[in-house]
């Protein structure tokens, strides 16, 4: 699959209209569901992936295959899926406390009861800050390693790491008060 | 040999679960599992919040008309890309309502005294071609009027040749452009 991707990315390079189909085909859906995960909404997450598939038109020869090629493509979708949220406004970025929570912290039985709700999980997925929804996306829909979400994070593979220790702690906390509430 | 890990390798079940971990890393977890039924649950835990992301129904993406859109704003980047030749045919215009005013101020001279203005020689002449000429064309007109190329292409796309008999009469001159101005691959000629 890499092979193709690179093969696709070198004919592009080359202005082949008909590879850069090939390409947005195979990659739509990876990249139109990470904007969705952070941007909630269709019309800007199709106007990200637009503007990336572009991105990847203008700039295919850049790739030099020092990274996968949906490790690079995702790094270009990340830069985008900021821009909007920096358009909006908003900007819930919140750089996350970097240090690992104390004993106080919810304990994980108390989460799992909650963990078996879809529907409760999905709310505390959209509870989530946009940081914490980026890295458990790739981490858990995409199945990326720690060191491949640091490039598309452009953050070192540590941050990654306590990132998503992070996010997994807030959905314990969330799962664990709605599944409290439940029973 | 692998480490037993002693503290709770909390940053490193999430990759665990979805199977990136390298094989010592794994090795380490897996030990530690052994004793650990915290992490245990951990592990259920994290498994579940993956088996939900995973099942969770994603919008469905533009799929052709997606595509269709980025191909038409790939064919506005090429066009954008490519230089505009629309100002030639106009600078070829502007070129010929020069000469004509050129030649109207020039027909109130004597037609016997010969005009050669200061710095120009006879024999150059300043001429352009249509885009659609070859070089095949080009070459045997060139060779049909006795002319070489001095310089150019200019940015405008402009040639100055140089008629290679030197001893023309001007009248003889004047047959010469008249003959270059007839030339179907001809845009413009300038003396």
Known sequence: ?183 | MTTKLTQHPDTLLPFYVNGTLSAAQKAEVLQHLETCERCWAEIKYLEKIRQHIKELTPAQPPGELGLRRLLRDVKREKTRKTPATWWKPAMAAAMLVIVLQAGLLLQHQDSSETYAPLGVTQSGIQISFKPTATEAQIRLLLNRVNARITDGPGALGVYRIELQNKTLTPEQYRTVLAQLRQQEIVLEVVP
């Open chain 1, 1 to 183: 699959m890499e092979d193709i991707g690179t093969q696709l990315l070198s004919r592009i390079a080359e202005g082949s209209e008909a590879a850069l189909s090939e390409f947005y085909r195979a990659n739509e859906r990876t990249v139109y569901a990470f904007a969705m995960s952070r941007l909630r909404n269709e019309f800007e997450a199709s106007e990200c992936l637009n503007e990336v598939m572009l991105e990847v038109w203008k700039h295919a020869g850049r790739y030099e295959g020092r990274s996968k090629v949906s490790t690079w493509l995702l790094g270009i979708a990340n830069h985008k899926v900021l821009d909007k949220l920096r358009q909006r406004g908003r900007h819930d970025m919140v750089e996350v406390d970097e240090q690992l929570p104390d004993e106080n912290s919810t304990s994980v039985f108390d989460a799992l009861a909650g963990a078996d709700d879809a529907e409760i999980v999905r709310r505390c997925l959209e509870g989530l800050s946009d940081t914490h929804r980026q890295v458990i996306h790739l981490a858990f829909f995409e199945d990326m390693a720690y060191e491949d979400i640091a490039h598309v994070a452009g953050c070192p593979a540590g941050t990654v790491k306590t990132r998503v220790f992070h996010a997994k702690q807030r959905m314990k906390d969330c799962l664990a008060a709605n599944g409290a509430s439940q029973h």
